[in-house]
Nanobody, 124 residues
């Protein structure tokens, strides 16, 4: 079973940048594709970005295209989210998640494992 833990959240000014990291552990031989989701106060959880097992396919929410980049490092079992030109509406609790299979997927229901989240707050 995969275990996930996010880090890198914090306070950032609008227009600034922030890098999130998700450290993961997984059983040998199990293939996971991974994704980032977020939940803002008073709102439902939403998809942000996803990456395939091989890292050759990615998906992004329209709201973050051109500003966020998802990547992964197999050797380090780590998932990344580079956030640039952040906006006030990017304020949320950010979760990384892992799903069995090659992926990627934008559907939260496809993901079996979730981290506890890291808070990103964007100020004006």
């Amino acid at each position: 079973q995969a275990q996930l833990e996010e880090s890198g959240g914090g306070l950032v000014q609008a227009g600034g940048s922030l890098n999130l990291t998700c450290a993961s552990s997984r059983p040998a031989g199990v293939r996971y594709s991974m994704g980032w989701f977020r939940q803002a106060p008073g709102k439902e959880r939403e998809f942000v970005a996803a990456i395939s097992w091989l890292g050759d396919n990615t998906e992004y929410a329209e709201s973050v295209k051109g500003r966020f980049i998802i990547s992964r490092d197999h050797a380090e079992n780590t998932l990344y989210l580079q956030m640039t030109n952040v906006k006030l509406e990017d304020t949320a609790l950010y979760y990384c998640a892992a799903m069995y299979g090659l992926g990627p997927s934008m559907n939260a229901n496809d993901y079996a494992h979730w981290g506890p989240g890291t808070l990103v707050t964007v100020s004006s």
